[in-house]
């Protein structure tokens, strides 16, 4: 950039700065956030343990979610083994990779300084910045794709090539692959595209063929398993979004406003307050109109998508995760409307303000788990999983026998601790428990493998017991398992595992 040499302002940013070449401070920050997921516990997160269980096997379609992500997992845990490592190193290669895309694109249509804070003001967006450090999978991958399909455009529209074509193609197939609901990101993408006159022609122009192809290669092997499995696929999702007929008006529009002001909140009073009235300053200059145009346009149509959501379908329930995908282009849209931002004196205090929030994140990542202890509330981290799996060893488990438990932390966490076994989650919520007892129970049967029957205390479905037990010709005495919870206050309550083990061999 070359910045006049104003009183107060900033010095021109070098070619040789960090800033300049945000990649080495990217890979830093998530080798660091690697390290401290690893060490802080052993014990696994909601969305940690599903990974873990299913990525034990290929499929086309896991429940209610794409593919992609647990393919990823699935081949990391080749390489790492099923382990916290594992499942760290994938998170924050793709959350890395999220903003080295949006750093690209910002690019497309600032200096390194502007790219920068478009990239780097996604750690405001709470959904990205800290909610994916805490627990999260498919949004971080389909947020990536988002971010990745914007670079994409905006290179086509600037010099349309056949190979971006094609590239962009991949990336829209890859992330309706990682999520859903990610046709509405490239619905609302291609319509506000197209009626731009600059970027339409671009659009069209020769090789454009190359991205519905490449496409639609991509994509058609699960889109024909989710036609056969598609209320599988739906169910859970249409559940958790509370759709409700009798249009609860009221509700749906107070979540939608709390979505939006959850995702953009943050980082607009952060903006705010760093360049004050220069948001509002006339006139406006776009660094490329057509640009503009296009971004306003595109946040029209999401926006006018998710009010629709709620006045025809009668959804009630917008969670800041599945804004995410929508909104993360807001702080590169806004920074492009106002490129002279760039050179304002008082940038310096919002690349500050960044910094200050992701050493903030980095260290919240770190004592997390000394949080819900000292509140005396057990958090899935506070579990004590290594010890619990010393603790099975030592009350005969053989460490490959088929562990079934009562929830999808249960089979996740010991998954990483026996990963010879294979383990399964036997829930009310995806399907009959005893039915599934019995399926799992049957098949150790015919290995010639005992089984392992395991639940925590500390969450556990009214009546599991009874449930599993019914599978079961004659149970094995129920024991249980008392190990302290990690980083929580003295005198709480230890963790408890009752389990059921059956060797091999014994009668049933």
Excluded at 459 to 464: D, K, M, N, T, Y
Aim: glycine fraction near 8%; hydrophobic fraction near 55%.
């Amino acid at each position: 950039m070359n910045a006049s040499a104003a009183p107060g302002a900033l010095a021109p940013i070098s070619p040789r700065s960090p800033i300049a070449h945000p990649l080495a401070w990217l890979l830093a920050i998530a080798l660091a956030h690697v390290a401290v997921r690893v060490s802080v516990s052993p014990a696994l997160k909601w969305d940690e343990a599903e990974q873990m269980l299913w990525s034990q096997q290929l499929a086309w379609g896991y429940g209610a979610q794409p593919p992609l992500y647990t393919w990823l997992q699935w081949a990391l845990n080749l390489v790492f083994g099923p382990s916290v490592l594992a499942l760290s190193l994938l998170k924050h290669a793709l959350l890395a990779l999220t903003y080295a895309l949006m750093y690209l694109a910002g690019r497309e249509l600032l200096g390194p300084r502007g790219a920068w804070w478009a990239s780097a003001s996604m750690l405001l967006l709470p959904a990205l910045g800290w909610y994916s450090i805490r627990d999260q999978t498919h949004t971080i991958l389909v947020t990536a794709m988002t971010c990745g399909a914007w670079w994409l455009l905006l290179r086509i529209v600037r010099q349309p090539r056949p190979l971006d074509f094609a590239a962009l193609g991949l990336v829209c197939a890859l992330g309706l692959l990682a999520k859903y609901s990610f046709a509405l990101v490239i619905a609302a993408m291609l319509l506000a595209a197209l009626s731009v006159p600059e970027s339409r022609r671009a659009l069209l122009s020769r090789g454009w063929w190359w991205a519905p192809l490449v496409g639609l290669i991509v994509v058609a092997p699960h889109a024909a398993w989710l036609m056969a499995h598609l209320q599988e696929a739906t169910t859970g999702t249409i559940g958790k979004m509370q759709i409700h007929p009798e249009r609860r008006l009221g509700k749906g529009l107070l979540s939608f406003a709390d979505g939006i002001a959850g995702t953009l909140a943050l980082w607009a009073i952060v903006a705010v307050w760093a360049f004050r009235g220069a948001w509002w300053r006339r006139p406006l200059a776009p660094a490329m109109p057509w640009a503009h145009r296009v971004f306003v346009r595109y946040h029209v149509l999401v926006l006018l998508a998710l009010l629709g959501m709620v006045l025809f379908a009668g959804v009630t329930n917008f969670k800041g995760r599945w804004v995410l995908p929508l909104l993360c282009a807001v702080p590169l849209a806004a920074f492009a409307a106002r490129p002279e931002l760039q050179q304002h004196p008082r940038g310096g205090r919002y690349t500050g303000a960044i910094v200050v929030m992701a050493i903030v994140i980095l260290a919240a990542a770190g004592i997390r788990p000394w949080f819900s202890g000292l509140r005396g509330e057990a958090d899935e981290l506070n579990h004590p999983a290594a010890e619990l799996g010393v603790a099975l060893r030592a009350a005969g488990y053989d460490g490959v026998s088929p562990i079934i438990a009562s929830d999808h932390m249960m089979a996740g966490m010991l998954r990483t601790r026996f990963p010879q076994a294979t383990v399964d989650a036997c829930t009310s919520e995806e399907e009959d428990v005893p039915r599934c007892v019995a399926t799992n129970v049957a098949r150790a049967q015919a290995a010639g493998q005992g089984w392992l029957l395991i639940s925590r205390a500390d969450r556990i479905e009214p009546g599991w017991w009874d449930k599993a037990d019914s599978a079961l010709q004659a149970p094995a005495p129920l024991q249980t398992i008392e190990l302290p919870f990690h980083m929580v206050r003295d005198g709480m309550a230890p963790a408890q595992y009752p389990y059921r083990w059956h060797a091999a061999g014994a009668r049933p």
